[in-house]
């Protein structure tokens, strides 16, 4: 990297639908942690199709907003704050919960682990490596143990927390997922993806903590049809883009992006 | 052979399928449905209604594939075909909910953009210096 630390710019995607109980508090706390982080940084809400004050929530904190006009699901929401960022010409950028599960002091961690000698493309906050804070328990954990063993049979990936959605894209990875980002859970997936297109994905311990308002998406059976999707998406997902073959293909009939307008 | 008086009992079919084929072709001309998705919803009406139109012959198809009566491979003839159809809608189905996805992260960029503008705009007015 030729630029200094403080020439770069991050985009920091915050994904909510139906957050306005946590995401005031969220934002004054990214507020906080925003000047001390060492890129310049701009944050964004991209509000999926919220029934509540969500966006009136954001706006109020001064912050950007795209509001979706329906829901997508949070991969669409992702995939659209990685297409902003992208768009208008941002270094890298970070998803974090709009629930205040990943607190905005640990994302100097993740951009510090991006700038290393390694230079790696893509950076999970994990919850796992030194177990501060909230950690996952019964159920979920279970079905995270089992995609870290699915991960690591088919993609030779070493990791503690693959459904983490604290994470920081490099400039590769905002390249290979601005153009299609998996659809629903698609956290796991993404990492096999990024994998089988020769990126670099590492980890970095973070702390967590439980939601702050609202309720997960993931509740009743959801969690048996996640455990089978997830499975079966990385299973497709690694025999699609085997031998380097590009994500963005499945937007090829698709109508060609506009160029870059700032 | 197949029984003379059971074949005949095929006509009501081909009437349905008539019936059918001439519903499609109706919400065609009303542009409420796009050919480029029904040909091959007409095709297999047609093959379907030609089948109990000339039912000697279905029925010596029938026994040449190995079906013992008729009925059933007009049974498991319908179900390939259904089969067929709604993987077709399946995927014409992801197609546009991609570009509907698409479509609405563009507008919802293409606001927010619009948004900021504005306020750049209002910003400026306020003052000019």
Known sequence: MT?????????????????????????????????????????????????????????????????LCRNLGIGAAVQTGLRLASREGFDAALQMDGDGQHPPGEIGRLLTRLSAADAPDLVVGSRHIVRRGYQATGARRFGQLWLIFWLRLLCGLKLSDPTSGFRLYGAAALRLFEGAYPDDFPEPESLAIASKCGLLAVEEPVEMRARQGGQSSINGLKPIYYMIKVTLAVALAVARHSGGRNVTKRNAALEPEEPNAG | MPDEALLRQYWPFAGFSALILFIVLRLLLRERLALQGTISYMLFLGIFGLGALIPTQAAELAHAMGFAIFANFLFSVALIALALLHLQALVSLYRADRRTIQLTQDLALLEERVARNEKGRDGARADPT
Do not use: C, H, Y
């Open chain 1, 3 to 67: 630029e200094t630390p403080a020439a770069m710019r991050l985009l920091v995607i915050i994904p909510a639908l139906n957050e306005e109980k946590s995401l005031r508090a969220l934002l004054d706390e990214f507020k906080l942690a925003q000047p001390m982080l060492p890129w310049a940084t701009e944050a964004v809400v991209i509000d999926d199709g919220s029934t509540d004050r969500t966006a009136q929530v954001a706006t109020a904190a001064n912050v950007r907003v795209v509001r």
